[in-house]
């Protein structure tokens, strides 16, 4: 059985950086593009990041270019994402996702971690 | 980059057939990739794909969900309205602006 399990998600100063991690079992990770999508508090889903099975290919939403950075780790089936210079409005569940079929097909979701960005 | 376009709320009686529509533009639903998909979300719960590549559903997932596309919208149609499909839809995008995915603006359904 697919699992997606992610951490890292606290209360953090405007202006301050995070970690979130992403751990995956029950499936060859290396085989699949991978993503990190977030839904603020009573909002609708915002896709966030991707990134290929080799980590050689990485994508943005334009309102976090340049501040987040996504990663991954196969050896340890584990999806990061490095976010700086956080902004209020980057207070969100963050969910990692797994692409089933390389076309944005997100089969499997992890429960999601929460990340507040807040004085 | 923009969100995609979706009525905010449909509903529709136990029985009745319901569409939903995303509307997007020639960089997302109307390129040349069948890459769209739709997710619903219970209240509480994570998103569940219900429909990928427009019009294939998953394993396990009924045969009341139905895709498809014309030009720059996408729609989804839910038939044999049932309680348990009040939830949450969303559709998603390949956009060739990026390259990145977009997802819509969200419909909620109800089932009076």
């Known amino acids: 059985e697919v699992h997606l399990v992610e951490s890292g998600g606290v209360l953090v100063q405007p202006g301050g950086s995070l970690r979130l991690s992403c751990a995956a079992s029950g499936f060859t990770f290396s085989d699949y593009w991978m993503n990190w999508v977030r839904q603020a508090p009573g909002k609708g889903l915002e896709w966030v990041a991707n990134i290929n099975q080799d980590g050689s290919a990485k994508h943005y939403v334009d309102s976090v270019k340049g501040r987040f950075t996504i990663s991954r780790d196969n050896a340890k089936s584990s999806l990061y994402l490095e976010m700086n210079s956080l902004r209020a409005e980057d207070s969100a569940v963050y969910y990692c996702a797994r692409d089933r079929y390389s076309t944005g097909s997100l089969d499997s979701w992890g429960q999601g971690t929460l990340v507040t960005v807040s004085s | 980059q923009s969100a995609l376009t979706q009525p905010a709320a449909v509903s529709g009686s136990p029985g009745q057939s319901i569409t939903i529509s995303c509307t997007g533009t020639?960089?997302?639903?109307?390129?040349?990739?069948?890459?769209v998909s739709w997710y619903q979300q219970h209240p509480g719960k994570t998103p569940k794909l219900i429909i990928y590549d427009v019009t294939n559903r998953p394993s396990g997932v009924s045969n009341r969900f139905s895709g498809s596309k014309s030009g720059h919208t996408a729609s989804l149609t839910i038939s044999g309205l049932q309680a348990e499909d009040e939830a949450d839809y969303y559709c998603n995008s390949y956009s060739s602006s990026g390259p990145s995915y977009v997802f819509g603006t969200g419909t909620k359904v109800t089932v009076l």
């Open positions: 020639s960089s997302d639903i109307g390129y040349i990739y069948n890459f």
